[in-house]
C-alpha cells in the first residue's frame, strides 16, 4: 500500500472510532486505535502511519512515537474533517 491511501484509510478509522474534542476536532486515544480488531487487520505499521500522516499536518499527538501502553492514553487528533 502506498502512504496516500493508508493515511487516508487512518482518516476513516479515527472517524470510525473517535469523537469530537472541546474543539470541535475528531480525537481518538492510541490505545483504541492501537487496539482495534478493524486497524490491527488494516495497518501493517499502525506508528509508521501515524508519523507519516503527523508529517504530512493531517493529525497530531503528543511526541515523536507513540508505543503500546505507554501511551495509550494519548490523543491522536484529526486536523482535516
Partial sequence: MNVEHEVSLLIDEI???????????????????????QCANLFEALVGTLKAAKRKKVITFDGELLLQGVHDNVDVVLLQD
Fill in 15 to 37: 472517524r470510525r472510532l473517535g469523537s469530537k474534542n472541546a474543539d470541535g476536532k475528531t480525537s481518538v486515544k492510541f490505545g483504541v486505535l492501537f487496539n482495534d480488531d
